[in-house]
């Protein structure tokens, strides 16, 4: 090839999509709605749980997404992310961005106590060092940690998805935004914003930092009486505040309580306590597989995937990702 034929080449830009073992279906609908094939990958385990991957075609000088939610094991999960972003820096792609529905250690994001971790800017240091170029998340248990990886982090809002949901179903009630906690107020004050300017609320609870999962509803503030009301969190994990919280608005003479979460973690006695606890309706997102046996009538599961390949398309195109923060 002459030099001249060489200088004419346009180069081209090649997405390619890769999913890890957790949430296939999730990365699939992605998949789909970019209108791409996810790359076929070879993934197992050794007998001593070391895990190997390999990609079953050239992935040289591609523009690389890889989505993997950090669900139980969750460890394993990540272990397995940082090795296929490895992969991916050893084989050569241009750009690796890591997509991350569900954020791993994001709850230990600060130290409460004398020698303890923070575990949040671990994981981000360890996809930095693994050869991510970028991170894609959805609702971080606080934006602080887009901080702790240097890089562009892309930190997208189910907001949208979640708020819409509720508009249309419960449009003709009277709403009151609660948050669980107060330090939940500022993403129950968007939620406000979303529903037209509804009152807030928020539980004032206690808890005991050495006993996690744990906590106690104190009273709520704010008034609720005769309201719809709508109760917004980033997570359930084994749904104890939550309902505590729902329970304490039903008390204070809420009509019904709506509990609206990104991800549902579901641990434990999550499940038995949501689907008995007096909350009307449970609304969460895909961020997270969720097993069959997780599912119960009054549940509700939206899928997060057109957020996700929208915010893919607009990184791949060098597009504005902020513009997704709106509905």
């Known amino acids: 090839m ?11 830009r090649n997405l390619m999509l890769f999913s890890g073992r957790v949430h296939p279906t999730l990365a699939q609908e992605v998949a789909e709605l970019l209108q791409v094939d996810l790359v076929p990958t070879t993934a197992y385990d050794f007998a ?6 390999r ?11 890889v989505i993997q939610s950090h669900a139980a094991p969750i460890n394993e999960a990540i272990m397995e992310q940082l090795i296929m972003i490895d992969a991916l820096k050893r084989a050569s792609a241009k750009r690796i961005t890591v997509v991350l529905p569900f954020y791993g250690y994001a709850r230990q994001d600060k130290k409460h106590l004398g020698r303890e971790p923070i575990s949040a800017r671990l994981i981000a240091d360890l996809f930095l ?13 606080t934006a602080q940690i887009q901080g702790f990886f240097d890089g562009p982090v892309d930190h997208l ?3 949208p998805i979640l708020t819409r949901h509720v508009k249309k179903k419960y449009a003709d009630k009277p709403f009151a935004v609660v948050s669980p906690d107060a330090g939940r107020i500022k993403v129950a004050e968007s939620w406000a914003n979303s529903l037209g300017g509804a009152p807030l609320a928020f539980i004032h609870k ?19 009486k005769g309201r719809t009301c709508i109760l917004v969190d980033d997570l359930i994990d084994t749904g104890g505040t939550i309902v505590q919280a729902a329970e304490a608005l039903m008390a204070e003479g809420a009509a019904e309580v709506v509990i609206a979460a990104t991800h549902a973690v579901f641990s434990g006695p999550a499940v038995d306590r949501l689907k008995n606890c007096s909350a009307r309706e449970v609304i969460v997102t895909n961020t997270l597989p969720m097993s069959d046996d997780k599912h119960f009538d009054k549940l509700t599961v939206l899928s997060i995937a057109p957020l996700l390949a929208q915010a893919v398309s607009a990184v791949f ?3 504005s990702v902020t513009s997704l923060f709106t509905e």
């Open 157 to 159: 809002l189910a907001m």
């Open 48 to 53: 001593n749980g070391e895990i190997y991957v």
């Open 129 to 141: 060092a693994a050869g991510a170029d970028r991170l894609m998340t959805v609702d971080l248990h």
């Open 206 to 224: 206690s808890r005991d930092i050495s006993r996690p999962n744990e906590s106690k509803a104190n009273r709520v503030v704010g008034d609720v």
């Open 55 to 65: 990609f079953d075609q050239s992935v040289r000088g591609c523009d690389a997404f």
């Open 2 to 12: 002459t030099s001249s034929s060489l200088s004419e080449r346009t180069p081209t």
């Open 317 to 319: 195109e060098d597009g």
